[in-house]
């Protein structure tokens, strides 16, 4: 088989369910979804964008909880399968770099990233307004919080799983105080994860009707023979309300703001009866991925409908030749973004 993941592990447990029924796209939907349930753990309504890695053999995962309230706070989850979840039954707390106990008003939508030999959780908090948190742990029992990367306002953050020429890399998309009506996919790099510079535009919305208002960057971008695979939602607009979709594309391996490939189709939909109907109807917002190198196979965990965890599966080296042959790129795209 030839290696198309590169600096991937070895997932031989990786959950994974072969393709039941054909179809067009190279991921497909847990036969079982959603994963989990409303009011899960008591004093919380609902649990779904999921950020998951494997630890120890098993599995855990920081996830956003909505709690009866309304506030969302993150909640960490532990798995030995990847598919049933077990709760804690208080949300997260983060200490600063001395130790002392400091939170924010809410946090919602986390990505979870090994860089290294730490874990970083990438979410969006309230700093005068919706901005981008960074919390690290390398036990999952001590979670420190760093700086802020940016001002407001911000969303939809992740880093890269390792430095790229000695800086580490964040995507980020910049947005304003209310749910934004536009939206493109930033590059910033760091050499400290304290200051940030040399901002580059990666991608804009499209001229695709499913894409055509903004997107945003999902689960950390995955290293593989042909570039960065990142998977992004997209959102358009219809007389009934926005409708969250996501594809996928492939970056440079070494600037990662020229986009080599995009895909003009949705990977995903809402289709679903979990998808369509939930707090937010039609919602697929992916944010987390697991990959074997040494079979291809991939679990990608999204939110569904601001009220469920859903998983898809596929496999790397497909949905790779998928993007390529389903391409097309907008003028900018494949620039550095300067």
Known sequence: MEKVLINGYSLPNIPF??????????????????????????GVARIFNSAVVPYNGK????????????????YLGHSDDGIKWDFDKEPLVFVDEDGKVTDSYYYYDPRLVKVEDTYYIICCLDFCGASIGLMKTKDFKTFIRMENPFIPFNRNAVLFPRKVNGNYLMLSRPSDSSHTPFGDIFLSESPDL??????????????????????????????????WLLFYHGVTRTCNGYVYSMSAAILDINQPSRVLYRCRNFLLTPEMPYEERGFVDNVVFPCAT?????????????????????????????????????????????????
């Open 17 to 42: 369910e072969e393709r039941k029924e054909k179809g067009e796209s190279p991921l497909w939907r847990y036969s079982k979804n959603p994963i989990t349930k409303r009011n899960p753990v008591s």
């Open 59 to 74: 599995f855990i995962g920081v996830f956003r909880g909505e709690r009866v309230n309304g506030v969302p706070k993150l």
């Open 194 to 227: 304290v200051y940030y510079g040399r901002h580059r535009h990666v991608m804009s919305p499209s001229k695709e009707w499913w894409e055509s208002l903004k997107i945003g960057a999902g689960p950390a971008p995955i290293e593989t023979k042909d570039g």
């Open 290 to 338: 697991m990959q074997d190198q040494d079979t291809n196979r991939l679990v990608l965990y999204y939110g569904a409908a601001d009220s469920y965890v859903g998983m898809a599966f596929g496999y790397v080296d497909q949905i790779l030749d998928y993007i390529k042959k389903n391409s097309r790129l907008d003028p900018s795209d494949s620039d550095i973004g300067k």
